[in-house]
């Protein structure tokens, strides 16, 4: 079976996607002001599926009808939403931002691994992990070694979004059987899904009916709910589909360099040398993985090649 591989358009789709997530770990610090994590998790998928349903429906979508069409969507909507986004936001509640974005992108990690061991057509080469850890590192110079300074200090919330980040790693496999749904029926039965599942949670955690959320708040949970979940997942189906879980799940690498340019760009915020130097490195992971580093050392790409050739066989 032949490995999928990035296009130029998936490419320009994982950009797009990295912008629409990237606002959404500080969108989730506004909204934690007055929203316990629970109601977050739930209110943010219910407000996506509900604007998804209602698009499904006017565009006269095939929608699931059998418990064998809905049982990998409930699963999907378990390990790709209520799971993963319950554990970030009790874990920003611990950590800041910043080392969350970091924790977050050890999902590309958690994918390689994974897919090596649990796909036939997604198999780990040493071009992917040279690329995959380059990407990292980027990932960590660019949010800067202060963020670093958290770690051990709230092993619980980093172990959340550690957990998060492996979470997404299964969903990412796990999603390549929901290609028999359009992209838009997949996000709105998974949001809703979630839903379902997150909404008794914040109904005895959290009484969600006492939150008073300011203007603010509710302008954040809109934005988060409806461009940083109900488009950014219309575009995740698409490009799952076409490039596979672990190039897809390269976008976690491109969140904080999306967080940077938005900042630079909306509030005008300084770009150090430490970012620039970050996203280098990032954007030269991803060339690795992509294989455009190979006309500038192609002695080492032809080595890297017969490698991808003849993979490890890991147990």
């Known amino acids: 079976m032949q490995a999928p591989h990035i296009t130029s358009g998936n490419w ?17 610090e506004i909204c934690l002001r007055d929203l ?10 219910g407000l996506a599926a509900t604007a ?16 064998t069409d809905w049982a990998p969507l409930v699963c999907m909507g378990l390990i790709n939403n209520a799971l993963p986004f319950s554990l970030i936001m009790w874990g920003q509640t611990h950590i800041d931002s910043g080392l969350a974005s970091i924790l977050n992108a050890t999902t590309p ?9 649990l796909t036939r057509d997604e198999r780990m ?4 992990a040279l690329g995959v850890s380059v990407g990292f590192l980027g990932a960590v110079v660019l949010v800067g070694p202060s963020a670093l300074t958290g770690l051990g200090a709230e092993s619980w919330g980093q172990a959340a979004v ?7 790693a299964f969903a990412g496999i796990f999603g390549r059987r929901l290609k ?38 509710w302008a954040a949970l809109v934005t988060l709910s409806i461009v940083s979940t109900a488009v950014a997942y219309i575009i995740y189906f698409r490009v799952l589909a ?12 491109l969140i904080p360099v999306a967080a940077v340019v938005l900042g630079a760009v909306a509030l005008n915020e300084a770009v150090t040398a430490g970012a620039l130097g970050g996203m280098s490195l990032i954007f030269i992971g991803l060339a690795v993985i992509d294989g455009r580093l190979g006309t500038a050392f192609p002695r080492l790409w032809q080595r890297l090649r017969r490698q991808e050739s003849n993979p490890p066989n890991l147990p």
């Open 52 to 67: 998804l349903l209602a698009i499904a429906a006017l565009r006269g979508e095939q929608m699931p009808s059998t418990l």
């Open 12 to 28: 320009l789709l994982i950009i797009l996607l990295a912008l629409v997530w990237g606002i959404s770990f500080f969108l989730t």
């Open 162 to 168: 550690l957990g998060a980040a492996l979470s997404y």
């Open 125 to 128: 080469t040493l071009r992917g």
């Open 180 to 217: 028999r749904f359009t992209p838009l029926v997949a996000a709105a039965c998974m949001t809703a899904a979630a839903t379902v599942i997150l909404l008794p949670v914040a109904l005895v955690l959290e009484k969600p009916w006492t939150a008073d959320p300011s203007a603010e708040t």
């Open 109 to 117: 990690l958690f994918a390689f691994v994974l897919a090596h061991l």
């Open 36 to 45: 316990g994590p629970a109601t977050l998790a739930c209110a943010r998928v």
């Open 242 to 253: 076409s490039a596979g879980a672990t190039n897809l799940l390269l976008v976690t690498f």
